[in-house]
C-alpha cells in the first residue's frame, strides 16, 4: 500500500512537531519573502497522515526488505558487503554535517584533510598518479575516465581514434559511457577460459582505436592473465587502458590497475570501500589516473600548500587547464567519500591485503562446495576471485527450472538471490558473490538451500516454479511492469 | 526445441531473412526470442537508413537483457514493423511473422553468405 492510499484529506501531525518560538500544536508561520513569481499556483499534492500513521508505514516497509542488515546477499558484481557502523558514525560528525560547500576553505580545514588523505590513499591501492573524488557515482566517475581518454588524444591532434573497445562480458555501463563521450563501441570476444581473447584484440586494434575498458578481475570472476601482454597491444597501437574498479575488492593490497598498464581507473566506494548502496544516491565514483592522464582529472581536486594559513585548497581550472571540467556544482558526495576514509582508515594496509584475501577465499570456497553438489560451473578449473558463475542451463533443460526460478526459491529460504542472467553470455547464470564479510555458516546455509532447491527441482518442480511463497509479495509479473510503466500516483 | 521453418535464410546473429526479389523482410528468429525471454521493447531503425553488414539497426529489450539487432546484410531500410512499438509480444508470440524491418539490398549476391534451416539449426543446436 502507498503513503497517499493512506492519506485523508485534512488530517495534520501538527501536535507532534516541536516548533521553537510558536506554540505546540500550532502550525508553522507561513515563510514571508518568497517572491510572488517563485511561489507555485496550486499546493502540492503530499499525503496527509498523523505522524504515528506515517511511522508505521514506513516501519512496516523496512520490516519487508531484504537488506544485508538482515539477509546473505550474495549479489554477485555488487559487492553487497558489510558497511560498518563506524564509518557511519563518524562520518556523521556534527562538524562535516554542518559544513556548507560553500564555505571558506579555511572553515573547512579538517574535512579536505581528510579528502586529501583519501586522494592518496587511493592513488597508492591502485598504484597511480592523482586522485579526483569529484565523480558523484560510479557511472559518471567511468564517464569522466573516458572523457579524460578523448581529451589525450585531442590534446596530441590524435582525433581519428573513433573506437573504444569493451569485452562481451563487460559491464552495461562501459559501452554506456563510451558512447556518452562520443565513441563507437566495438565487442572483443571471451575465450572458453574467460580470458580476453587476445587474438581477437589484435585483430581489432589500430589507428581508429582510442582504449580498451577492462574489469579485472573480469565479471566472469577471473582474472585476466595476460594483462601485461594486452596493455602493450593497447599502447603499442596508441590506445588507452580503462579500469573499471568494479571488482577492486579482489585485488587490494595485492596488486595494483597501475602495475599491470592501466591509465585510469574509477573506483565504485560502494563496493570495495564499503559505503553504502543507496537507494539511487548519494555515490561517489573517484577517477584515478596516471601520470600520462592525470592533467585531465576532473576539478576540483584537494590540494596541499602551506599558503595563506590553509594548508589544503581547493584546486581549479587555473591549477589544471587541462582538466575535463566540473562534474557537479560542489566538490562531489563529501558524506560518501568520508565513509570510504574511515573505513579504509580502520583497515590499514594489512587490512586491505585481508579484504582481498577473504574475498577470494569465500568464493572459492563457496564455488568448490557449489560444485561438489552437483551444480555446474561456467568456468570450471580456475580460481574463482571474489565472484564466479553457475549455470544452470542443463537444470533448465532437463528439469525446465530456470535461474529466475532457483532465484525465487532462494528468497523462501532466507537467502537474497544471486545475480540472474548477467553476464549474457552465459545462458540460465546465477552470478555468485559472497564477499569478505560472510562467515563459513552463512555460506554453508546458502549450499544448502541451493541442494534442496535442486531436490525440489527434481520432486516437487511446482515448489520451486511458483516461489517465492513466504515474502510479502509473491512472484511479480516483471514483464507487465515492464510493458505497461506505471510509475506516477497522480496520473491514477 | 525452437521452430525453424524451411524456406527463410538465417544470420549467425540470430536473425531470419526472407527474400523478394531483392528486397528482405527482417526479424529475429524463435530460437532468439527464447534465450532473450519476455520482450518487453523493440526500438527501429529508421526509414532511408543505410546500413553496412552487421551495423547496428535497432535493440531488442528483455526482462532479461537489452540485446542489439545487426544488419545481415549491407542495404538500405525501406520499411519499418511500428506494431511492434506498442506490441513487442508479438516477437515472443510469432517471431516468423512479427518481422522488424525491411531493407534493399545493396548486393543481392550477399544472400548467398546466410545461413540456410539446416545451418542455422546445427548453430543453435551448438549454443
Given at each position: 500500500m502507498l503513503i497517499f492510499e493512506r492519506s485523508e484529506e485534512g488530517r495534520r501531525n501538527s501536535a507532534q512537531r516541536v516548533i521553537s518560538g510558536g506554540q505546540q500544536g500550532q502550525d508553522e508561520r507561513p515563510l514571508t519573502g518568497i517572491p510572488e513569481t517563485m511561489k507555485r499556483a496550486t499546493a502540492a499534492r503530499l499525503p496527509e497522515l498523523s505522524e504515528l500513521q506515517t511511522v508505521r508505514h514506513y516501519t512496516r516497509l523496512s520490516q519487508k526488505n531484504f537488506s544485508i542488515d538482515t539477509h546473505f546477499y550474495p549479489l554477485g558484481s555488487c559487492t553487497m558487503k558489510y558497511n560498518p557502523r563506524g564509518a557511519n558514525t563518524l562520518a556523521m560528525q556534527t562538524g562535516f554535517l554542518n559544513r556548507h560547500p560553500a564555505g571558506d576553505a579555511a572553515l573547512g580545514q579538517g574535512v579536505m584533510a581528510c579528502l586529501y588523505d583519501l586522494q592518496e590513499i587511493l592513488r597508492e591501492v591502485t598504484g597511480m598518479e592523482a586522485t579526483s573524488l569529484t565523480p558523484a557515482a560510479g557511472a559518471q566517475g567511468e564517464f569522466a575516465g573516458v572523457a579524460m581518454i578523448r581529451a589525450y588524444h585531442d590534446a596530441r591532434g590524435d582525433s581519428e581514434r573513433s573506437e573504444i573497445l569493451v569485452p562481451d562480458?563487460?559491464?552495461?555501463?562501459n559501452p554506456a559511457s563510451a558512447v556518452m563521450c562520443g565513441y563507437k563501441v566495438r565487442e572483443i570476444p571471451t575465450d572458453k577460459s574467460g580470458d580476453v581473447d587476445v587474438d581477437a584484440l589484435r585483430s581489432i586494434v589500430g589507428p581508429q582505436t582510442a582504449g580498451i575498458m577492462l574489469t579485472n578481475p573480469s565479471t566472469l570472476g577471473?582474472?585476466?592473465?595476460?594483462i601485461e601482454e594486452i596493455a602493450e597491444i593497447m599502447h603499442q597501437a596508441g590506445g588507452l587502458l580503462y579500469y573499471?574498479?568494479?571488482?577492486l575488492n579482489a585485488i587490494l593490497g595485492k596488486t595494483r590497475p597501475g602495475d599491470m598498464g592501466f591509465d585510469v581507473i574509477h573506483i565504485n566506494v560502494h563496493k570495495t570501500f564499503s559505503t553504502p548502496h543507496g537507494g539511487g544516491g548519494p555515490g561517489a565514483g573517484p577517477v584515478v589516473a596516471n601520470k600520462r592522464l592525470a592533467p585531465y582529472l576532473p576539478i576540483p581536486m584537494v590540494g596541499k600548500s602551506a599558503e595563506d594559513g590553509c594548508e589544503y585548497y581547493w584546486v581549479e581550472e587555473q591549477e589544471r587547464p587541462e582538466s575535463i571540467g566540473r562534474l557537479s556544482a560542489w566538490s562531489g558526495n563529501i558524506g560518501v567519500l568520508l565513509r570510504a576514509y574511515v573505513y579504509a582508515k580502520m583497515l590499514g594496509s594489512v587490512g586491505m591485503e585481508r579484504v582481498a584475501d577473504y574475498s577470494v577465499l569465500n568464493a572459492s570456497y563457496l564455488m568448490r562446495r557449489l560444485e561438489q553438489a552437483g551444480f555446474t560451473l561456467a568456468i570450471p578449473g580456475r580460481r574463482a576471485t571474489h565472484e564466479f558463475i553457475v549455470t544452470l542451463k542443463k537444470e533448465s533443460k532437463d528439469l525446465g527450472i530456470s535461474a529466475m526460478d532457483f532465484a525465487k526459491r532462494l528468497l523462501d529460504y532466507g537467502h537474497h538471490a544471486p545475480t540472474t542472467y548477467f553476464p549474457l553470455l552465459v545462458p540460465e547464470c546465477l552470478l555468485i558473490e559472497p564477499t569478505e564479510t560472510e562467515d563459513r555458516e552463512t555460506m554453508d546455509a546458502f549450499v544448502e538451500a541451493m541442494v534442496t532447491i535442486l531436490r525440489e527441482a527434481k520432486e516437487s518442480p511446482e515448489k520451486v516454479k511458483g516461489a517465492p511463497w513466504t515474502l510479502p509479495v509473491r512472484r511479480l509479473d516483471d514483464v507487465r511492469a515492464a510493458r505497461e510503466l506505471d510509475l506516477n500516483w497522480y496520473n491514477r | 526445441m525452437s521452430e525453424i521453418p524451411q524456406g527463410l535464410r538465417y544470420s549467425k546473429s540470430h536473425e531470419w531473412i526472407d527474400d523478394d526479389a531483392g528486397t528482405v523482410t527482417i526479424g529475429i528468429t524463435d530460437h532468439a526470442q527464447e534465450l532473450l525471454g519476455d520482450i518487453v521493447f523493440v526500438e527501429l531503425p529508421e526509414v532511408g537508413q543505410q546500413l553496412d553488414l552487421d551495423g547496428e539497426c535497432g535493440v531488442v529489450e528483455s526482462v532479461k537483457a537489452a540485446s542489439d539487432i545487426y544488419a545481415p546484410l549491407a542495404g538500405e531500410i525501406?520499411?519499418?514493423?511500428?506494431?511492434l512499438m506498442d506490441s513487442p509480444e508479438q516477437v515472443n508470440d510469432a517471431p516468423y511473422e512479427a518481422w522488424i524491418f525491411k531493407m534493399r539490398l545493396k548486393n543481392p549476391a550477399d544472400l548467398d553468405q546466410l545461413l540456410d534451416a539446416a545451418g542455422y539449426a546445427s548453430l543453435a543446436e551448438a549454443e
Open positions: 562480458a563487460a559491464h552495461g555501463t577471473v582474472f585476466e592473465r595476460r573499471d574498479g568494479a571488482n | 525501406v520499411e519499418v514493423n511500428e506494431a
